[in-house]
């Protein structure tokens, strides 16, 4: 088992003309993988989504234990798309959430979870990827288990592989985390409200607070000195196939404070996958650090992740999946602990109700096959949220377009 899920490079787009993919190349993706697609396709629903692209439309409908692509539209789901977000759609370089949290999903009747459950069936026919049934995901290790920095790498990339997260306990001093924390309120003044290193939210008392300072290795030296150290930049190698971190000062480090009794803003965000906004077949699986500068419980912000989601096709947000037969677990953790996750890992942070929590993140992720290619495409597809986008509430309901 490996954690590197990629079968896509950004060099190898395939141009998408929709008339083509609709009435040649999606049915017969669509009979060739049907295999991957009806065993789940009784635990979904699936009513008709009609997908319209510059004036043309297709509807896509479930027929005697197939797909169906039928011209023109049908009553059911109707979603409109540019030929550009089509494209984006199709190579994996988007997808109904990144519509939808950028306020791009143009679907006036609603119906939201309809098109997921489509976007399901779409993923598994372009990428010959099976969708989640119940009993897909079995575990060769109990789900939940901390691990002590004498711990092999061996031991912990088995479970990681296996299950998804890493939890390390006492990687760090609560000296050093103390010597961090300081470090907050001196680089807090560097960051201003439009800078796009830095995430604000408003509380229920009205005050608008710093939560997310990205860069934070820019005003931090005990920051820099821990995540040079052997003891973090072993993380990166546990998983066996050459993780990197960025090294350009000023893009390393993100410093989160999450206060208490947030309403606006991005702080505590709920279940996701990293790649919930695309190009999971590019990129997947990097590798998520939280080191835990405060600690954090039920109380406090802690962590929870959905152990084997990142071995099933499945949402990627905004909720975990109806009917899903995977488990969530809470990821407690005292100062110095350190939390991993891989970018499928379904995951959310609570809201802290009596403390609030500091944590730093940080990434590692695999090596571009076509590096330049890559951020070509990362550049383009940032430029067109950066219009659009709107900070994500952690409120429930925060992806509630019309259903």
């Not at 076509?370 to 990362?378: G, L, M, T, Y």
């Amino acid at each position: 088992m490996s954690v590197d899920l990629r079968t896509r490079v950004d060099s190898e787009q395939i141009p998408i003309d929709a008339g083509c993919l609709f009435r040649d190349t999606l049915p017969a993706l669509l009979d060739a993988h049907q295999h991957l697609i009806a065993p789940a396709a009784a635990e979904l629903t699936l009513p008709d989504l009609c997908i319209e692209t510059d004036g043309e439309a297709w509807t896509l409908a479930w027929r005697h234990d197939r797909v169906a692509v039928i011209a023109g539209a049908n009553s059911g789901a109707h979603v409109r798309l540019t030929a550009e977000q089509l494209s984006d759609l199709v190579n994996d370089q988007s997808t109904p959430i990144a519509l939808m949290t950028n306020k791009l999903l143009d679907m006036p009747a609603g119906g939201l979870p309809d098109f997921l459950n489509w976007w399901l069936v779409l993923r598994a026919a372009l990428d010959a990827r099976r969708i989640h049934t119940r009993g897909d995901v079995t575990f060769e290790h109990e789900i939940q288990r901390s691990f002590l920095p004498e711990d092999s790498d061996e031991e912990m990339r088995a479970f990681l592989q296996d299950i998804g997260y890493l939890h390390i306990k006492r990687l760090f001093t609560e000296e050093e985390m103390t010597d961090i924390e300081a470090d907050f309120p001196k680089a807090a003044p560097h960051y201003v409200k439009g800078d796009p290193l830095a995430w604000f939210a408003s509380t229920n008392d009205g005050v608008e607070h710093l939560v997310r300072m990205e860069g934070f290795d820019r005003y931090s030296n005990a920051t820099v000195e821990l995540i040079d150290d052997d003891r973090f930049q072993r993380i990166g190698r546990i998983p066996g196939i050459n993780h990197v971190q960025a090294k350009r000062p000023g893009a390393r480090v993100g410093a989160l404070t999450k206060p208490i009794g947030v309403v606006k803003g991005i702080s505590d965000v709920p279940w996701h996958k990293d790649c919930s906004l695309g190009r999971h077949s590019y990129e997947c699986c990097s590798l998520t650090v939280g080191i835990s500068i405060n600690g954090a419980d039920a109380d406090s912000g802690q962590l929870r992740v959905l152990p084997g989601s990142h071995r099933a096709l499945v949402w990627p947000a905004p909720c975990i999946q109806p009917g899903l037969d995977l488990q969530p677990i809470d990821l407690p953790t005292q100062r110095g602990d350190v939390t991993v996750h891989l970018s499928c890992t379904q995951h959310m942070s609570q809201p802290p109700v009596s403390r609030e929590r500091k944590v730093l993140y940080i990434s590692f992720a695999q090596q571009a096959a076509d590096r330049d290619a890559a951020e070509i495409n990362r550049r383009r597809l940032n430029a067109v949220r950066s219009k659009t986008h709107t900070s994500i509430s952690q409120k429930p309901g925060y992806l509630n377009h019309p259903v």
